[in-house]
């Protein structure tokens, strides 16, 4: 298998090849979607939520989030590993956002790393780009806004698609190397993805984009409650995991194991 960096994703989009990206957070499903050729993995500050339990993405640190990404790297010799920055680690301006871009270099290994806006970090973008810093963008639905935003709500609808393609644009233009669109109609993230000459990502936008991304815990079946619409689950992880639990404490209980076979 190959190594994925970021030019083999502007090939593929030459080559017309779609791919899927998944998040990651840690050594052990690292290694199992590295496994499964998964080219691109995002320690997402989805981390927020799925490793940490918080409500939304704005509390988690660059602190609590660098560990993680040490985790995948080690766990995914193959793929391309993006880290996303967290809410407060770069909006004050480049400076900032090279500051924490180079922690999340040094200290956790990644390849790139993603920033949630359109044209308002164009100035970010375009610092990190120039000091050797590949940058993944991500427009529309930014959960980082989400208290900006009114909610989790599909963004480019109406009048607010010239907006999104104005996005789209402004962060081709600051030299990001791919763009995640999130929650935005199919048929205008189709329209984007024909237009920019980097490949777009999609969650949520239909199926027209480049790439795909999923949480791996929606798309396993491990988040618990309602997932959102763009979710599909490809397995039923959590209903498993949770029947191995049951089943091992049942075998202690029940003094069934651990057997002659496991011990000394
Ligand atoms: O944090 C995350 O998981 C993400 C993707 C879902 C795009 O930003
Ligand atoms: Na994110």
């Given amino acids: 298998r190959r190594i994925t960096r970021v030019h083999h994703l502007a090939q593929m989009k030459a080559e017309g090849h779609k791919w899927a990206m998944l998040t990651a957070y840690d050594y052990s499903s690292a290694r199992v979607f590295d496994d499964a050729g998964i080219p691109v ?6 981390a927020a939520n799925v490793v940490y339990g918080y409500d939304t993405t704005i509390p988690v640190t660059s602190d609590e989030l660098i560990p993680l990404v040490r985790g995948v790297v080690r766990g995914a010799p193959h793929a391309l590993v993006v880290a996303d920055l967290p809410f407060g680690s770069y909006e004050a301006g480049p400076q900032q956002a090279l500051a924490s871009a180079v922690r999340f270099f040094k200290e956790g ?3 790139a790393v993603k920033i949630e806006g359109g044209e308002r970090i164009a100035d970010q973008i375009a610092a990190l780009t120039a000091s050797g810093i590949p940058v993944m963008g991500h427009i529309g639905f930014t959960p980082q806004s989400v208290n900006g935003l009114g909610g989790f709500r599909v963004q480019g609808r109406g009048d607010g698609s010239d907006q999104l393609i104005a996005d789209a644009i402004a962060v081709q233009e600051a030299g990001a190397f791919a763009v995640v669109m999130e929650m935005v109609p199919a ?3 189709g329209q984007i993805t024909r237009k920019l000459t980097i490949p777009t990502v999609g969650i949520g936008a239909g199926n027209e984009t480049d790439g795909q ?7 396993a079946g491990l988040t618990s409650g309602k997932t959102a619409k763009f979710v599909r689950r490809f397995a039923d992880v959590g209903t498993e995991l949770r029947r ?3 089943q091992y ?3 202690v209980a029940t003094g069934t194991f651990p057997g002659p076979e496991h011990s000394y």
Wanted: charged share 25%; proline share 0%; hydrophobic share 55%.
């Fill in 41 to 46: 993995l995002l320690v997402g500050d989805s």
């Fill in 109 to 111: 290994g990644a390849h």
């Fill in 187 to 189: 048929d205008l993230a």
């Fill in 213 to 219: 991304v999923l949480v791996w815990q929606d798309m």
């Fill in 244 to 246: 191995a639990a049951e």
């Fill in 249 to 251: 404490a049942r075998d």
